[in-house]
């Protein structure tokens, strides 16, 4: 069974950091092809932030490119967000996201996933 773990949220002022980590619980990263990571704000769609293909390829949505790194360690059989320069509109639950393949030709897309974490919340003050 397949079980994704987040850690990592917190409360920060704006312009600061934080670095959110996805454990995979059961089966390694490289049994899927593509590791993402969304967030859904409060009366908002789910949304995706960053994604990595098996083959190192990187994503970002317009609105974290450049403050935001995704990467993973294997030997941990771990996934990262760092996060960098955070505003008040970062505001979210993170979720890991995990897709079995063949990958779709939409990395930011939810719908592409198949294995998702409970969330780690994300809150930034002004």
């Known amino acids: 069974q397949v079980q994704l773990v987040e850690s990592g949220g917190g409360s920060v002022q704006a312009g600061g950091s934080l670095r959110l980590s996805c454990s995979a619980l059961?089966?390694?990263?490289?049994?899927?092809?593509?590791m993402g990571w969304f967030r859904q704000g409060a009366g908002n769609e789910r949304e995706g932030v960053a994604a990595?293909?098996?083959?190192?390829?990187?994503s970002y949505a317009d609105s974290v490119k450049g403050r935001s790194t995704i990467s993973k360690d294997n030997a941990k059989n771990t996934l990262y967000l760092q996060m960098n320069s955070l505003k008040p509109e970062d505001t979210a639950m993170y979720y890991c996201?995990?897709?079995?393949?063949?990958?779709?030709?939409?990395?930011?897309?939810?719908?592409?996933?198949?294995?998702w974490g409970q969330g780690t919340q994300v809150t930034v003050s002004s």
């Open positions: 059961g089966n390694t990263y490289s049994s899927y092809c593509r």
């Open positions: 990595l293909d098996g083959d190192g390829v990187t």
């Open positions: 996201a995990a897709e079995r393949g063949p990958c779709t030709f939409a990395p930011l897309f939810f719908w592409s996933y198949d294995y």
